[in-house]
């Protein structure tokens, strides 16, 4: 019972540092976007294949996708 305790105890700072590193996520997919993108793909973004920036949901969604993916290459890793 001891050790149910100690997991509830710990659980808001997990949630906690998962929220804060999710932010930070979102906001290092947008900036790079913005820093890196129009360099590597000057055409594509001046005829417009490629947006120069993306919004804050646009970051939301890739930093979901990047996440999913990389949960599933960890479970993929786990159970080899």
Avoid: H, Q
Wanted: no cysteine; proline share 4%.
């Amino acid at each position: 019972m001891e050790n149910k305790s100690k997991l509830l105890a710990i659980i808001p700072g997990v949630i906690g540092l998962v929220a804060v590193v999710f932010f930070f996520s979102i906001l290092i997919i947008k900036y790079l976007w913005v820093w890196t993108v129009p360099d590597l793909f000057p055409k594509a973004v001046e005829e417009g294949y490629v947006a120069a920036e993306i919004s804050w949901f646009a970051a939301l969604k890739l930093s979901l996708f990047i996440a999913l993916v990389g949960g599933m290459v960890k479970g993929y890793r786990t159970n080899k």
